[in-house]
């Protein structure tokens, strides 16, 4: 697939996913209103949009990643024709969802809006269920060895604590 074709598939899909999931749903839900709350919540909101930010930024420079490197988007009816381990998905098989999750959880905790708390429940849980009965399989059966070999290097949600030393410790040249 032309890159073109692969950067035009990528951007309507994340009009669509994260800009639903992250974007529309989470207005409808608060308005984008915050809560009243003590002058002490502060740096809360400050953390909450600095989460909210990172996410947003990590699921687009993905989105790229998708294209870049794997000749494809994200989306199912146009997948990657490589398969994407590079960057963070070397730490995570999928950063992208643990981006809407942040994303999301910084609104809530930006906004001071519980109910964005029990989406991000909801959302973790329906993610979980997707990657793990339609994702992986796909993967698996598209990318064959290739991918069985990166899902038992790579684990799926959370980096190893020792996953920065690790590469680190890659790219320290060797002593003679």
């Known amino acids: 697939?032309?890159?073109?074709?692969?950067?035009?598939?990528?951007?309507?899909?994340?009009?669509?996913?994260?800009?639903?999931?992250?974007g529309l749903v989470p207005w409808v839900l608060t308005g984008w209103q915050a809560e009243s709350l003590p002058s002490y919540w502060l740096p809360?909101?400050?953390?909450?949009?600095?989460?909210?930010?990172?996410?947003?930024?990590?699921?687009?420079?993905?989105?790229?990643?998708?294209?870049?490197?794997?000749?494809?988007?994200?989306?199912?009816?146009?997948?990657?024709?490589?398969?994407?381990?590079?960057?963070?998905?070397?730490?995570?098989?999928?950063?992208?969802?643990v981006a809407v999750l942040a994303a999301v959880l910084g609104q809530a905790m930006l906004l001071g809006r519980p109910v964005l708390l029990g989406y991000a429940d909801v959302l973790g849980v329906?993610?979980?269920?997707?990657?793990?009965?339609?994702?992986?399989?796909a993967l698996a059966r598209q990318h064959g060895e290739a991918y069985r070999a990166y899902r038992r290097a790579v684990p799926g949600w959370l980096p190893r604590a020792d996953g920065c030393r690790r590469v680190l410790q890659v790219r320290r040249p060797r002593a003679r």
């Open 1 to 22: 697939m032309s890159r073109g074709m692969a950067g035009s598939a990528s951007a309507l899909h994340f009009v669509a996913a994260p800009g639903t999931v992250v």
């Open 44 to 97: 809360v909101r400050v953390s909450g949009a600095a989460m909210a930010c990172i996410g947003i930024v990590v699921i687009a420079r993905q989105f790229v990643r998708f294209v870049v490197e794997g000749g494809g988007s994200p989306a199912p009816v146009v997948p990657t024709e490589r398969l994407v381990v590079s960057g963070l998905y070397r730490h995570v098989r999928n950063p992208m969802y």
């Open 126 to 137: 329906v993610m979980w269920l997707f990657v793990r009965w339609y994702e992986e399989p």
